[in-house]
């Protein structure tokens, strides 16, 4: 009896090490995990694309603005402004453990078609405090606190783009379903996952192999414990459901790690008010640099809709 209950003790404290390992590996607060160099070592084409992009961005001056999170955190974000005076903004928001290089490519087309850039760290990363990343159930809050503080700021005449790559195309899609200012015009979503339980459990089985029961089960409880939110607290698809606002989503077709699957589930929640791009040969993130003339065809098209006449 007393060997059996210390088998049973040995048990739950090394499936609790594990899962607390595990948690804290995946949420905690940490260094840029993706590594665009690696990834396109095979297309020395695109990574001397992205180069090019990183220099420009990095020649550009810009303005440091800081808010509060709705639980206290100080956020930081990057303005670029466009090279004529303009009252249109596009509030870009970057992916899991990455950084504001996720729109180095991107941003110089935006900002010729006259929008000023707000290029902001999530919470819990770079300048951004914050222990915990929420993969955008807290941060969609936190792009509703960036929405308003811009129009405190600059006026209520503006009007405002949300825009994300990877876990940001899910915290903009997550943000749509909320009461956001009415100059909040459209969203665009590249390569978002749908929900945090989807994609955890996607990653532990197609690169982990590890099964949905039990061990990801028992992740539930010990992320709200330990991590103060739940993996299935919101999801992308319920989110656009509630949402009124136009929505481009993009997505390459050989992503394989955000499944594609993932956008059309988003556009199939609303698909009336909805477009989906979907980008041949473009791996993770890759959509824009894998065919830059049809993206900037396609966003071009919607941000002129959406901020000009208001509808798509």
Same mark, same amino acid.
Do not use: Q
């Given at each position: 009896m007393v060997i059996a209950i210390i088998v049973i003790a040995a048990v739950l404290l090394i499936t609790a090490a594990i899962l607390y390992y595990f948690a804290k590996k995946t949420f905690a607060r940490g260094k840029i995990v993706y590594d665009v160099s690696k990834v396109l070592e095979d297309e020395p084409t695109l990574l001397h694309r992205i180069s090019e992009g990183?220099?420009? @961005? /990095?020649?550009?001056?810009f303005e440091r603005h800081t808010i509060t999170s709705?639980?206290?955190?100080?956020? @930081? /974000?990057r303005l670029y402004r466009a090279e004529s005076e303009t009252n249109k903004y596009i509030i870009c928001m970057h992916g899991y453990r990455?950084?504001?290089d996720?729109?180095?490519c991107a941003m110089g087309f935006f900002m010729s078609q006259g929008y000023n850039i707000l290029a902001i760290a999530q919470r819990a990363h770079g300048e951004s405090e914050g222990k915990w990343i929420t993969f955008g159930v807290k941060e969609r809050y936190d792009a509703l606190s960036w929405c308003n503080y811009l129009i405190e700021t600059f006026g209520d005449g503006i009007k405002i783009i949300l825009d994300g790559l990877s876990m940001g195309a899910t915290t903009v899609l997550m943000a749509s379903g909320l009461d956001l200012p009415k100059n909040v015009k459209g969203v665009i979503a590249d390569c978002g996952f749908t929900s945090p339980w989807d994609i955890v459990t996607h990653v532990a089985r197609h690169d982990m192999h590890i099964p949905k029961f039990p061990l990801l089960y028992l992740m539930l409880p010990t992320v709200k414990?330990?991590?103060?939110?739940?993996l299935k607290d919101e999801s992308t698809v319920n989110a656009v459901k509630r949402s009124k606002l136009p929505i481009l989503l993009v997505h390459g077709l050989s992503d394989d790690f955000v499944p594609h699957e993932m956008s059309v589930k988003a556009y199939n929640a609303r698909p009336e008010n909805s477009r989906l791009i979907s980008v041949e040969n473009a791996t993770h993130g890759m959509s824009f640099v894998v065919d830059e003339e049809r993206c900037k065809?396609?966003?071009?098209?919607?941000l002129n809709e959406v901020t000009e006449k208001g509808h798509y």
């Open positions: 990183k220099d420009e @961005v /990095g020649s550009m001056p709705h639980d206290g955190l100080r956020l @930081v /974000g990455s950084s504001n996720d729109f180095t414990l330990i991590c103060g939110f739940g065809k396609e966003l071009g098209y919607f």
